[in-house]
């Protein structure tokens, strides 16, 4: 089997567009989603355009701020409304900060972080909130909890 040539204009990754299926039913989480598959986007975009190591860098940090953000906010309406699942939820936003840290801190920005890093989040973005936080959604929900 031949490899594809790629030609140089084209993206080596895809942008994730943001659909209304994921939403989870919650004004304020739907809305940190929405911001998540932005900032993946413009990581995306950054690697694709083969910017700066700094550039890729910075947008990689801003995107590991808003979910550490995010992931508060969910962790608190968590305690905060006796989530039966608080534990198992908490361990795999831990697990996800933390692998996302460790590559960041372990390889060069671009190249093979921004491999890695681009496959990583875009599975695990779709899938956590397709998974776990369509379950805290419809859990919110039935509780009555509003957004901010």
Request: aromatic residues 10%; hydrophobic residues 40%; negative net charge.
């Amino acid at each position: 089997m031949l490899a594809k040539t790629m030609k140089p204009t084209e993206p080596r990754w895809d942008t994730v567009a943001w659909q209304d299926s994921f939403g989870v039913g919650h004004a304020d989480i739907d809305a940190d989603h929405k911001r998540l598959f932005e900032l993946f986007n413009e990581f995306v975009t950054a690697v694709n355009d083969n910017r700066a190591d700094s550039d890729i860098e910075s947008v990689l940090v801003e995107l590991l701020e808003y979910t550490d953000h995010h992931f508060d906010r969910e962790e608190r309406l968590m305690r905060e409304h006796g989530y039966p699942d608080y534990e198992t939820h908490k361990t795999m936003h831990d697990t996800f900060v933390r692998q996302v840290h460790d590559v960041n801190n372990a390889l060069d920005a671009g190249g093979e972080q921004g491999a890695f890093v681009l496959g990583f989040l875009g599975k695990w973005l779709s899938g956590h909130i397709l998974g776990v936080d369509k379950k805290l959604g419809a859990f919110l929900r039935d509780r009555g909890v509003e957004a901010a």
